[in-house]
């Protein structure tokens, strides 16, 4: 998988779970709330309590129990508890809710009810308190928790039943469910889409390099059958010889042997080749292709060198004597070219020098035409 492949997949498991983290974090549940004063009162039930974000769903009852000098329980409370179940009612602030719930837990309170701060009336918040085991934990309003605060302290036994509510937030509303679903279904989809497209595009590309290799092997296969095969004998110099082994499998040559001899006039044990050039189509030694086709290095070197110029030589007529008179062209571009008579043969003293038959170009140009009526210097 691509860099670019790897990014979006992890951007969809991202957006994947913001959504699901997010869906159970706006959810919250609420709770029944049932409060009776003795046993011969009539129960006020409403649903005006509120779970806490750690706490079991699940239903408690038992007699409220206030902690000692502390109503906020948060300098080492103490409970008077005389009987089980029992639940302890704490006011909230000046410490964390954990720190609340702990103190009780100690005193083994089967619940744990904290009423809101003065002046919020009946208004409920949600509460975060990990650590504190199983301990159920509702809150209250103020203005109910303050009622039941007073029964108590007025001598009466108040007892509490808690039951669970329903769903409240985002999450439980249907439409809110709805796009909720949508969009888990289209990043989905999305995602399966994508990998779909990817895997089709992987096995095309597999395909055509298969399809491809397919038609090479053809192309290689009738290649090696236009190759010359040799049977080596006894008198070859191949024959039991350490300078002459197979390139491909490192041994030597031996009578009867069948060689395949390649374009580049290698040749190797005919069963090693044959095997090599269906794959690699190219000689094991100097990378010859069979095929014909031309390497990146072969190319530059079958470049052509420009030619050596043509240069010529000809001598200015202004100079005089029998040596000068004798040469009328010398050819620079050609090594290999004759020397001139007039070098080849001394000159003997008291004779004459040969005269070239062949007519001075130096007197063709009109401009040396006044020079040659000249006399010679002395």
């Given at each position: 998988m691509s860099w670019s492949g790897r990014r979006f997949f992890a951007w969809l498991c991202l957006m994947a779970c913001?959504?699901?983290?997010?869906?159970?974090?706006?959810?919250?549940?609420?709770?029944?709330v049932s409060v009776s004063v003795g046993n011969d009162s009539k129960p006020f039930k409403c649903e005006c309590g509120l779970y806490g974000q750690h706490s079991p769903l699940l239903g408690e009852s038992g007699v409220l129990v206030l902690p000692n000098e502390d109503p906020e329980a948060c300098n080492h409370a103490t409970f008077n508890v005389t009987g089980s179940p029992w639940i302890a009612l704490i006011a909230r602030g000046n410490c964390t809710y954990k720190e609340?719930?702990?103190?009780?837990?100690?005193?083994?309170a089967s619940a744990v009810v904290i009423y809101n701060l003065d002046g919020t009336g009946n208004e409920t918040n949600t509460m975060s308190h990990s650590g504190t085991g199983g301990v159920v934990t509702v809150m209250i309003g103020n203005v109910l928790g303050k009622y039941i605060v007073g029964l108590i302290n007025a001598g009466d036994e108040v007892f509490m039943s808690i039951e669970v509510g329903s769903p409240h937030g985002p999450w439980a509303n249907p439409v809110w469910i709805y796009c909720i679903s949508f969009a888990f279904f289209a990043i989905t989809a999305v995602t399966m889409a994508y990998f779909t497209i990817l895997t089709v595009k992987k096995i095309h590309h597999h395909m055509m390099l298969k399809r491809e290799q397919r038609h090479l092997k053809s192309v290689a296969q009738k290649a090696i059958e236009k190759l010359k095969i040799r049977t080596l004998k006894k008198g070859d110099e191949e024959v039991g010889s350490?300078?002459?082994?197979?390139?491909?499998?490192i041994e030597g040559y031996k009578h009867g042997e069948h060689v395949m001899i390649l374009t580049c006039s290698h040749f190797f044990h005919k069963p090693c080749i044959e095997p090599w050039l269906l794959e690699h189509r190219t000689c094991p030694m100097c990378k010859c292709n069979i095929l014909g086709l031309k390497t990146v290095d072969e190319e530059v070197s079958s470049g052509a060198t420009p030619s050596p110029l043509d240069v010529r030589f000809y001598p200015d007529s202004r100079l005089s004597g029998p040596f000068y008179e004798n040469l009328d062209e010398v050819a620079l571009s050609d090594p290999q070219d004759e020397t001139p008579p007039a070098l080849q043969e001394p000159i003997q003293a008291g004779q004459k020098?040969?005269?070239?038959?062949a007519t001075d170009q130096s007197h063709d140009n009109p401009a040396f035409e006044g020079d040659s009526n000249k006399t010679d210097l002395k």
């Open positions: 913001v959504a699901e983290c997010s869906s159970f974090a706006m959810l919250y549940w609420s709770a029944y609340k719930i702990n103190a009780a837990k100690k005193y083994n350490d300078n002459h082994t197979c390139a491909v499998c020098p040969v005269q070239n038959q």
